[in-house]
């Protein structure tokens, strides 16, 4: 194991999702079967698939936590490639403002507030506790990183880590927030209960009253940062499920959150990515 695979680990252990950069800092190319997305992509990618690769294919989608996928002969083969370790900063729950030249970093430092601060080749990272849809361009020299997204890592920072502000979620178009919408889907999906989760080692009640106050945090977000809450609860609904034999039927747990956050605004595809992604990090999903 080289030293990129060992200090992946390391990140990894961290709860840090990793996925190994080429030397153009871009992510691996998919392997032969995985081309053009002819396996269907992964869950988590915005083609939906059914996609169980064991190579590290489809970008930052492959990012994992996963010590025994990282260890893998097939990851192994891809660090001995690589040149750099990536990173997908929505699967940790951050947002990377990426400030590409001294011009961009001089307004972040007038414009935002202080956080935890990354030195690049050009310019910086400013690190943000909270996740959020990612864009490029934002403004000239910035981009966001985030969900759907990859960072290369380079290194821990310096500075404590603030919370997201509106200032950064103001730079995006705000994919979750349409207070003008005309309609929605007021369906109701059925319920979470003991008949689908026959493989749980948990109560009921310790069930349901997580999933209320995931939910309650959802509506708690009508005007903006519905789509973030819906993955923050499904990471850490999910989490609560790691050590049960299963099922326990986070499938209906999954289409609650998704119809809470679809109800306060969030366009439906979006809030079904945001849980995919928040179930799929704290699983441990490279699939």
């Keep these: 194991m080289n030293s990129l695979a060992i200090n992946a680990m390391a990140l990894a252990d961290g709860h840090l999702p990793v996925l190994p950069l080429g030397a153009d800092k871009r992510p691996l190319g998919n392997c032969r079967d995985c081309a053009d997305l002819a396996c269907g992509g992964r869950p988590n990618m915005k083609t939906p698939g059914p996609c169980v690769c064991p190579w590290p294919c489809h970008g930052w989608a492959a990012a994992t936590t996963n010590p025994h996928v990282l260890a893998s002969r097939q990851w192994g083969m891809a660090w ?25 970093v001089a307004w972040a430092r007038t414009t935002l507030p202080p956080t935890k601060t990354v030195a690049t080749t050009r310019g910086e990272h400013w690190i943000y506790r909270g996740a959020m849809r990612s864009a490029n361009k934002v403004r000239p020299g910035v981009d966001i990183k985030s969900l759907m997204s990859y960072a290369r890592w380079l290194g821990p920072g310096t500075g404590p880590i603030a919370a997201l502000p509106p200032a950064v979620l103001a730079l995006v178009e705000r994919e979750e927030s349409t207070p003008a919408r005309a309609a929605v889907d007021s369906s109701t999906p059925p319920r979470w209960d003991r008949s689908v989760a026959t493989g749980c080692r948990h109560t009921p ?35 609560r499920h790691t050590a049960c034999p299963g099922p326990c039927g986070l499938d209906r747990i999954a289409e609650e959150l998704i119809t809470a956050a679809i109800a306060v605004g969030v366009p439906a595809p979006y809030a079904r990515r945001c849980v995919t992604n928040g179930m799929n990090a704290a699983l441990g999903a490279v699939a």
């Design 205 to 239: 009640t310790f069930v349901q009253t997580g999933l209320e106050r995931g939910l309650d945090n959802i509506r708690a977000h009508p005007e903006q940062g519905a789509g973030t809450a819906a993955y923050g609860a499904a990471r850490f609904l999910a989490t």
């Design 80 to 104: 001995r490639r690589a040149r750099a370790i990536g990173y997908h900063p929505g699967g940790a729950l951050v947002t990377v403002v990426d400030l590409d030249n001294p011009d961009a």
